[in-house]
Structure formats: structure tokens, C-alpha cells
Nanobody, 128 residues
């Protein structure tokens, strides 16, 4: 069982920065795909960014150039550095992980990959 815990959310004015963290734990855990997703009230879940085990990252068009996904050396912690935040970034942010071999580790083109494990989420609120 993989356990994911997000942290780092909060309230920020537009133009500010936040860094989200996702701590992963579980026996013999390793992921082939990890990602960040978000969902605002009344809206569909959106794929924000993914990163493969080989380090290849993908981003939604809405965050490209502003957000960066990364992992620490052990790959037990996933990060999302969010710069130049906008009010439309307001949402609950979730991290997710897929231990099994997974070909669809991408959010390009609006894809929302279904990963096996998901955290409880951390709220990000951006005011104008």
C-alpha cells in the first residue's frame, strides 16, 4: 500500500509562489509515474504535471513555464514549484502515483492519467 501526503498549500496573492510537496511511503515503493492534479469546485479534475521514472516531465498548457515538477534523489518526495500564480490556479491539488509500468504518463492534450494511488490533497487559493 502506497501512502501519499501532500503539504505546502495555502493562500497567496496573484504573482506569488508556492511549493507543494508530496511525501510517499510504503513497502518497497517505487513509481513509474507520479503526477499532480487539481480540481476546483464545480470543475472537472485537471492534470497539472507528470514525471516518469526516467525523469521525463509533462505539463498542462495552462501551467507550462510557470510550474515545475521534480523529485528528490530518493524519489520518495514529489514537488510542484508554482510561480506567477493566478486566481485560476485556485483548486485542491492532489499528488498521485502509479507503481506499475505505465505508458500514459502525460497530461499533454488535456489528458488526465488514472494513477493507482492518490493523496488527500492540499488547498491552494490565489487572490487577485
Amino acid at each position: 500500500q502506497v501512502h501519499l501526503v501532500e503539504s505546502g498549500g495555502g493562500s497567496m496573492q496573484a504573482g506569488g509562489s508556492l511549493r507543494l510537496s508530496c511525501a510517499a511511503s510504503g513497502p518497497a515503493y517505487s513509481s513509474n509515474c507520479m503526477g499532480w492534479f487539481r480540481q476546483a469546485p464545480g470543475k472537472e479534475r485537471e492534470g497539472v504535471a507528470t514525471i516518469r521514472s526516467d525523469g521525463i516531465a509533462t505539463y498542462a498548457d495552462s501551467v507550462k513555464g510557470r510550474f515545475t515538477i521534480s523529485q528528490d534523489n530518493t524519489k520518495a518526495t514529489l514537488y510542484l514549484q508554482m510561480n506567477d500564480l493566478k486566481p485560476e490556479d485556485t483548486a485542491m491539488y492532489y499528488c498521485a502515483a502509479e507503481p506499475a509500468a505505465f505508458l500514459g504518463c502525460t497530461v499533454v492534450g488535456g489528458r488526465v492519467p488514472r494513477l493507482q494511488y492518490r493523496g488527500q490533497g492540499t488547498q491552494v487559493t490565489v487572490s487577485s
